[in-house]
């Protein structure tokens, strides 16, 4: 049998990893999967889940790795084995890195680069549609008909503390990957069509499909 591949991305808020792993999941007939957006849904929705985690995503703190470890294996459990996964969000910490591992290590991972300022400009643009589509009032707007909002904790003093969490704790993901020599460095700056080409030059958009067959 067949075990499924995975794709993960990474990168600070803003970089765009939403929009880019929707874009890898249509050309590769994947799962995206953020553990942001259902985290948020489940905020929404009030679900218990949703209690325990609502004061940590509105402070832009992360959410205990044990909680969110089961969110995903849930998301994947119910999806076929064949169909590869992105994981936008996930992991962000080592232990979340770890535990991934352990049950599905992933075959390439994608950082997209940012620096701090363009970040913090690009969060003040930034809408999401009814389905955590996201938008950019600039660069990528909603279709006509469609109500996008602000997220909550696009705020600017909220998105300060989201990167300092990202640099303190995500960012020692890089040298993980690095020395399972799965990681590929992308430059976020640029268009989406031009940050999706340089992933696919990137990741070799023949391997990453001969991957999932
Ligand atoms: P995102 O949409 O990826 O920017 O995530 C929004 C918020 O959800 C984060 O600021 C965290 O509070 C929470 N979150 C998302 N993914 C994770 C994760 N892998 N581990 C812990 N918290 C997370």
């Known amino acids: 049998m067949k075990t499924r591949s995975a794709i993960v991305l990474l990168g600070p808020p803003a970089s765009g990893k939403g929009t880019q792993a929707q874009r ?13 957006y259902l985290l948020r ?7 218990p889940l949703g ?22 294996r849930e998301t994947l459990a119910g999806i076929e084995d064949r169909v590869p996964a992105i994981l936008d969000g996930f992991p962000r910490t080592l232990s979340q890195a770890e535990a991934l591992d352990a049950f599905l290590p992933p075959n390439k ?12 400009r690009r969060i003040t643009g930034r809408r999401i549609g009814p389905h955590g589509e996201p938008y950019h009032v600039l660069y990528n ?19 300060r503390e989201r990167l300092a969490v990202y640099q303190r704790q995500t960012e020692p993901l890089l040298d993980y990957y690095a020395q399972r020599k799965v990681l590929h460095r992308v430059s ?12 696919i030059s990137s990741i070799g958009s023949d391997s990453a499909a001969r991957e999932i067959e």
């Open 24 to 36: 890898i999941a249509a050309s590769l007939g994947g799962l995206h999967i953020s553990t942001g």
């Open 41 to 47: 849904q489940a905020v929404l929705m009030g679900t």
């Open 51 to 72: 209690k325990q985690v609502q004061k940590y995503v509105d402070a832009g703190d992360l959410v205990p790795d044990g909680l969110v470890l089961s969110l995903v």
């Open 109 to 120: 991972v994608i950082l997209i680069e940012l620096d701090e300022g363009e970040v913090i």
């Open 141 to 159: 707007p909603p279709p006509p008909g469609v109500t996008a909002t602000r997220r909550s904790d696009d705020r600017e003093e909220v998105v």
């Open 188 to 199: 976020g700056l640029g268009s989406i069509g031009d940050v999706f080409r340089r992933i």
